[in-house]
Nanobody, 116 residues
Framework: QVRLVESGGGLVPAGGSLRLSCAAS????????MGWYRQAPGNQRELVAS???????NYKDSVKGRFTISRDNAKNTVTLQMNSLKPEDTAVYYC??????????WGQGTQVTVSS
């Protein structure tokens, strides 16, 4: 079993920055993918960014150039640096870890609110 604990959400004005962090603990395999999803009211949960244990990254088109995902494999942490935030970035952000193809774990979610 894997536990994911997020931190760093909050309220910021448009154009501001936030940094989300997620710490994973438990039975973690070295080969995995960690990432961040978000879900706004009335919308489906969507992938924001992901990073493999080898460092390959993938971003949602609308956040490219504004968000940066990184990880520390030794500490089993993943971070999402969010700059130039827009009101449409407002959502609950969830940390995610996938390993062994079929194991998927989620954090409890952290609220990000961007005011216009």
């Amino acid at each position: 079993q894997v536990r994911l604990v997020e931190s760093g959400g909050g309220l910021v004005p448009a154009g501001g920055s936030l940094r989300l962090s997620c710490a994973a603990s438990g039975s973690i395999f070295s080969n995995n993918v960690m990432g961040w999803y978000r879900q706004a009211p009335g919308n489906q949960r969507e992938l924001v960014a992901s990073i493999t244990s080898g460092g390959s990254t993938n971003y949602k088109d609308s956040v490219k150039g504004r968000f940066t995902i990184s990880r520390d494999n030794a500490k089993n942490t993943v971070t999402l640096q969010m700059n130039s935030l827009k009101p449409e970035d407002t959502a609950v952000y969830y940390c995610h870890l996938q390993q062994l193809r079929s194991e998927n774990y989620w954090g409890q979610g952290t609220q990000v609110t961007v005011s216009s």
